[in-house]
């Protein structure tokens, strides 16, 4: 079982609706979950970070951990063109104390 | 206020080539690393520096060596290039490594194909 586990997509969704990406993570351990974006041929950026179980808001952006479940998934609402891009989840702590354990990454593309 | 900086930007290298990847940030982070980029495989780290003065092995260090030259600088040397080693490398650093809130951020990458 790979530990940090993402479905690699692609996700396509029409412009306006939510895109709902989802990750599962296997070290019980993990203690911060972070979502970066990366568009094509660039460097990955960093969208939001979430420890805390529940949601989290920024912006379209709601992130939402479940530690009993370790899952941990992004919600982008009103989705636009320039969301198209790969979606990275990663995880932080336990076994990998100080380091980042990424996903695979979901494709996203948002269609007009 | 740049952030971090890789060079060079594109590399082609031939079986057996050496060279280094060079990567600076200018945050004042004390942890930096180096991870590569195949596709379908997200990210994988290499090496990576705690802090000045110290590296240790990620999850696939083999044939790669690091140096930390000095807080801003953290270089990855292929010694003998393979073409398995063709791939997007990054360099990162983050300014509070072990905090729930340590963030990594990421350089613009190096394009490196070994024929």
């Known amino acids: 079982q790979k530990e940090v586990e993402q479905n690699s997509g692609p996700l396509s969704v029409p412009e306006g609706a939510i895109a709902s990406l989802n990750c599962t993570y296997s070290?019980?351990?993990?203690?911060?979950f972070f979502w970066y974006r990366q568009y094509s041929g660039k460097s990955p950026e960093l969208i939001m970070f979430?420890?805390?179980?529940g949601d989290k808001e920024d912006g379209r952006f709601t992130a939402q951990l479940n530690k009993a479940s370790q899952y941990v998934s992004l919600l982008i609402r009103d989705s636009q063109p320039s969301d198209s891009a790969t979606y990275l989840c990663?995880?932080?702590?336990?076994?990998?104390?100080?380091?980042?354990?990424f996903g695979q990454g979901t494709i996203l593309t948002v269609h007009p | 206020n740049a952030g971090v900086t890789q060079t060079p930007k594109f590399q082609v290298l031939k079986t057996g080539q050496s060279m280094t990847l060079q990567c600076a940030q200018d945050?004042?982070?004390?942890?930096m690393y180096w991870y590569r980029q195949d596709p379908g495989m997200g990210l994988r780290l290499i090496y990576y520096?705690?802090?000045?003065?110290?590296?240790d092995k990620g999850e696939v260090p083999n044939g790669y060596n690091v140096s930390r030259l000095n807080k801003r600088e953290f270089s990855l040397r292929l010694e003998s290039a393979a073409p398995s080693q063709t791939s997007v490398y990054f360099c990162?650093?983050?300014?509070?490594?072990?905090?729930?809130?340590?963030?990594?951020?990421f350089g613009p990458g190096t394009r490196l194909t070994v024929l």
């Open positions: 990162a650093s983050s300014g509070r490594r072990g905090a729930r809130t340590d963030t990594q951020y």
């Open positions: 070290d019980r351990g993990s203690q911060s």
């Open positions: 979430i420890y805390s179980n």
């Open positions: 990663a995880v932080a702590g336990g076994t990998s104390y100080g380091k980042l354990t």
């Open positions: 945050m004042n982070h004390n942890s």
């Open positions: 520096s705690a802090s000045e003065g110290t590296t």
